[in-house]
Nanobody
Framework: QVQLVESGGGLVQAGGSLRLTCATSGRSFKYNAMGWFRQAPGKEREFVAFIDWIGSNTNYADSVKGRFTISRDNAKSTVDLQMNSLKPEDSAVYYC??????????WGQGTQVTVSS
């Protein structure tokens, strides 16, 4: 069983920064690939960033490359998303996601990010 709790969302002006944190519980955290997704009103949930269970491989949506950075701390069982140069189109509910082959996926409850122009 894995539980995910996101924090760090809020209201920020365009060009600003936010750092999201996903705190996890469960002994198997370090074996999970972790990701961040987002969903804006009226739109489908979309992929934002991915990090493998070791932390050596990352992947980003084209829309956030060069601005967002995903990282993880297996000792603390957390995964962060550093978001810089935020744009109004980055406004969405951001969700943490955990995946491990052969096991079910897990999602957090989401944290709201609002970027004002």
């Amino acid at each position: 069983q894995v539980q995910l709790v996101e924090s760090g969302g809020g209201l920020v002006q365009a060009g600003g920064s936010l750092r999201l944190t996903c705190a996890t519980s469960g002994r198997s955290f370090k074996y999970n690939a972790m990701g961040w997704f987002r969903q804006a009103p009226g739109k489908e949930r979309e992929f934002v960033a991915f990090i493998d269970w070791i932390g050596s491989n990352t992947n980003y949506a084209d829309s956030v490359k060069g601005r967002f950075t995903i990282s993880r701390d297996n000792a603390k069982s957390t995964v962060d998303l550093q978001m810089n140069s935020l744009k109004p189109e980055d406004s969405a509910v951001y969700y943490c996601h955990a995946a491990r082959p052969g096991y079910r996926d897990y999602w957090g409850q989401g944290t709201q990010v609002t970027v004002s122009s």
